[in-house]
């Protein structure tokens, strides 16, 4: 048997959006050097939502590959270790082991930097966080560790749910992670909601966001292109949310607050 090598330009979690169609082509594996994702297949696939340069190889130990290409990522506090370099602790305050191979969220993509990044700029202590879209749970996990005092995270995908639910055990954390949308959170409010989702979902659920906020609450939006950024500040300011813009090389990072009932003394959204 031989294998199939799909070089892609784009990072392992940019592949992994794409992941029921290369689950249904029987993908064997991704590895990653260089911010680049290598798909592993079985066969060459002609119909991949996905471009590259095709490569016939010789059967090799796909998972090895793949485990190779994973590094440790350190954004401020937090380290993301994958497991088979747990102990790779560096000399960051917090680390986190995070499985990455069943869902979004390794650490490396710059949204998911950009929220981790965001989440420290906050005081999280004894805080309530809703992380909607929460992947592998990377970013619950960060808020966990950074202190939250309570944790909600959502996520369509039964799989990444999942993945997340292992992953708070695997840091000794219990996880609430519940299958569903936004609103499977119920009625409850937060002090800060962190959302790495792509525009059109963000768009579609900008409306109900501020409800789950407290007054003064914090919005972190994330997976918006820096091309569409409008489009998702317009939606998030005409649902009543201040949003400052935070444009990166490809994504823009929004902070958005629910006006308080009593202004507090900087009005200004947190940068
Ligand atoms: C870009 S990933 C973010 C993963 C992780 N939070 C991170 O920052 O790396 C987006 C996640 O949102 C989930 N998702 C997509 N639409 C959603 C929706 N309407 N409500 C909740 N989760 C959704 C996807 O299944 C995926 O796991």
């Known amino acids: 048997m031989t294998t199939w090598v799909l070089h892609t330009e784009l990072s392992t979690d940019a592949v992994n959006l794409h992941l029921a169609a290369l689950e249904a082509a029987g993908m064997l594996g991704i590895a990653e050097e260089s911010g680049q994702a290598r798909i592993y297949l079985p066969r060459h696939c002609a119909d991949l939502p996905l471009t590259g340069r095709w490569e016939q190889v010789a059967d090799l130990d796909w998972n090895e ?13 937090v380290r993301i270790v994958p497991p088979w370099l747990a102990g790779d602790e560096g000399a960051a305050a917090v680390t986190l ?86 609103e499977a959170a119920g009625a409850q409010t937060f002090d800060v909601v962190v959302a790495n989702l792509d525009t059109a979902t963000l768009v579609g659920l900008a409306a109900a966001l501020p409800a789950r906020l407290h007054d003064g609450g914090v919005l972190i939006a994330a997976g918006v292109s820096v091309q569409r950024q409008g489009e998702a500040v317009s939606a998030l300011q005409a649902a009543g949310l201040a949003v400052g813009a935070h444009p990166g090389r490809e994504w823009t990072l929004l902070m958005g607050r629910r006006a308080s009932a009593t202004p507090p003394a900087s009005a200004e959204v947190p940068g």
């Open 97 to 182: 082991v995070i499985e990455p191979a069943q869902a979004f969220g390794t650490g490396h993509h710059e949204t998911t930097t950009g929220c981790l990044a965001a989440l420290q700029r906050l005081d999280l202590s004894g805080r309530r966080v809703l992380d909607v879209g929460t992947g592998t749970g990377v970013l619950a996990l960060a808020a966990a560790r950074l202190g939250a005092g309570e944790v909600v995270a959502v996520d369509t995908d039964p799989v990444a749910v999942a993945t997340a639910l292992g992953n708070g055990e695997r840091n000794g954390l219990h996880l609430d992670v519940r299958h569903g949308s936004i």
């Open 65 to 77: 590959a793949w485990k190779a290409g994973i590094e440790p990522v350190t954004v401020g506090a």
